[in-house]
């Protein structure tokens, strides 16, 4: 089965930096545009960062530009997402996700998610 496993969630003071992991499994990874998701209490899941497969084109939400950093690391079929500067607006659960790209299933998967605190 698929599986995408976020991992490096915790409480962080404004200002502050964490790196977030996801390891996917179960399907072909180079194959799939991979993205990060946020989504804050009592708001809409929003698009934080993606890069694709084939091109490793990379997007940023306006809030995060200049401060997030989306890479993956297709020998160990895991993304990335670098959070500098956090703010308190940042505070989320942080959600990876996987669409196909390249086959004609057009699938698309997402993990369990992991949280982000942004508190003094």
């Known amino acids: 089965q698929v599986q995408l496993l976020e991992s490096g969630g915790d409480l962080v003071q404004p200002g502050g930096s964490l790196r977030l992991t996801c390891a996917a499994s179960?399907?072909?990874?180079?194959?799939?545009?991979m993205s990060w998701h946020r989504q804050a209490p009592g708001k809409e899941r929003e698009v934080v960062a993606t890069?694709?497969?084939?091109?490793?084109?990379?997007n940023y939400a306006d809030s995060v530009e200049g401060r997030f950093a989306i890479w993956r690391d297709d020998v160990e079929n895991t993304v990335y997402l670098r959070m500098d500067s956090l703010k308190p607006q940042d505070t989320a659960v942080y959600y990876c996700?996987?669409?196909?790209?390249?086959?004609?299933?057009?699938?698309?998967?997402w993990g369990q998610g992991t949280q982000v605190t942004v508190y003094p």
């Open positions: 179960g399907l072909t990874f180079t194959d799939y545009r």
């Open positions: 996700h996987a669409r196909n790209s390249r086959s004609i299933s057009g699938a698309v998967y």
């Open positions: 890069i694709d497969d084939f091109t490793y084109r990379t």
